[in-house]
C-alpha cells in the first residue's frame, strides 16, 4: 500500500460520504453585535495614539475598553501577526481557534476576536476592512486568516537547522518582554497563535494544505476593530513581508505597519453593554 488512504472502500462508503456537512455554530446563534452603535460611534473619533512596528520587528500598544484601533499598512504590502491579551489579566488572551469555530477560516467585518477558556469573550470586534472586497479568490484564498499559527524560530531550526530571531513569534516575544519588564523567554509563553492580518492564505483543493500568497493589501489598507474590553496587543510585521515567496529569513522586502487608536465621542456609547466573562461556574461535573 502507497498510503494509509489505500483501504478498500465498505459497500457503503458513497452513503457515509453522502451525509449532509452541519455548520458546527450557525450563524446567527452568536450574541447579535451592535453594528449600528458601533458604526454611529466611528463617526465620532478621533485618533489619540499611533506606533509604527518597524520591517521584521514587533510592538506593543494599548486600547483601552470603548476605543477603535486601526492596522494599517504604510510604505508597502506587509502582513502582520496579532496577539491580544486582556491588559489587566495576560492569562485572558486571544483564541485563534475558537475564533475560526464560531465564524470561518478568514476573519472580516462584524466578526470578533475571542478570549481563550475560562473566559471565552469577544475581546474585539472588527468593524472596518479596506480589503473587505477581496472575498474568495479563484484559489479559494481570503485575507486576514485565523488558520496560521505564527512563524517561530523552532519550526524554522526543526526544517532548515539554522537559527533565525526575527520570526513573529520572537518579534512578539521581545515586544512584551518590553511592554511588562519581563524576560523574554517568560514573555514568550504568553505569546499565542495570531490573527494573520492582512495575510492571503488558504488551503489546496487536493491535499488540503495550507498554503499562502502574496498579499493584495496596499498603503493606506487598514483594518479596524473595536475594544470590548481593555486590550494590550502586540504586531509582528511578519518577515515574509507581503508572505508571496518565504518567511522566516531576511530575503524578500519588508515594511513597517502602523497601528493607531482612535476615541469616540463618549456618548455614543451611553448604555451599551460591554461582555463579561464566561459565566460557567467551572465546576466540571463536580
Ligand atoms: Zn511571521
Known amino acids: 500500500m502507497d498510503s494509509i488512504f489505500d483501504m478498500p472502500a465498505p459497500a457503503d462508503a458513497e452513503e457515509r460520504r453522502g451525509k ?3 455548520v458546527v455554530y450557525p450563524n446567527g446563534t452568536l450574541p447579535p453585535v451592535d453594528m449600528d452603535v458601533l458604526r454611529a460611534a466611528r463617526q465620532t473619533m478621533t485618533k489619540i495614539a499611533e506606533i509604527i512596528v518597524p520591517a521584521r520587528e ?6 483601552p475598553k470603548g476605543h477603535f484601533f486601526r492596522i494599517v499598512s504604510v510604505e508597502g504590502a506587509q502582513v502582520g501577526d496579532l496577539n491580544l491579551w486582556n491588559a489587566a489579566d495576560l492569562s485572558e488572551r486571544f483564541f485563534s481557534g475558537k475564533t475560526r469555530a464560531l465564524h470561518a477560516t478568514h476573519v472580516g467585518v462584524g466578526d470578533r ?4 477558556l475560562p473566559y471565552l469573550r469577544p475581546m474585539a470586534t472588527i468593524t472596518h476592512d479596506t480589503l473587505g472586497w477581496y472575498g474568495w479568490d479563484a484559489d479559494g484564498a ?3 486568516d485565523v488558520i496560521g499559527t505564527r512563524c517561530d524560530p523552532y519550526t524554522n531550526r526543526l526544517l532548515n537547522g539554522d537559527d533565525y530571531h526575527r520570526c513573529c513569534h520572537s518579534n512578539l516575544s521581545r515586544a512584551l518582554a518590553k511592554e511588562m519588564n519581563i524576560p523574554v523567554q517568560e514573555a514568550e ?3 499565542h497563535d495570531v490573527l494573520n492580518v492582512f495575510m492571503c492564505t488558504g488551503f489546496t483543493r487536493d491535499t488540503h494544505q495550507y498554503f499562502m500568497k502574496a498579499s493584495p493589501v496596499r498603503p493606506g489598507d487598514f483594518l479596524e ?7 494590550l496587543g502586540a504586531l509582528s510585521a511578519c518577515p515574509g513581508g507581503d508572505c508571496g515567496s518565504e518567511h522566516s529569513s531576511d530575503t524578500v522586502p519588508c515594511y513597517p505597519l502602523l497601528v493607531e487608536i ?16 464566561n459565566a460557567y461556574p467551572r465546576t466540571h461535573g463536580l
Not at 514587533?58 to 486600547?63: E, W
Open 20 to 22: 449532509p456537512p452541519v
Open 58 to 63: 514587533g510592538g506593543s500598544f494599548r486600547v
Open 113 to 116: 476576536l475571542w478570549s481563550t
Open 142 to 144: 481570503g485575507v486576514h
Open 189 to 191: 509563553f504568553h505569546v
Open 225 to 231: 476593530f473595536f475594544a470590548e474590553i481593555d486590550l
Open 262 to 277: 482612535w476615541r469616540p465621542e463618549p456618548e455614543t456609547l451611553a448604555g451599551r453593554a460591554f461582555p463579561e466573562r
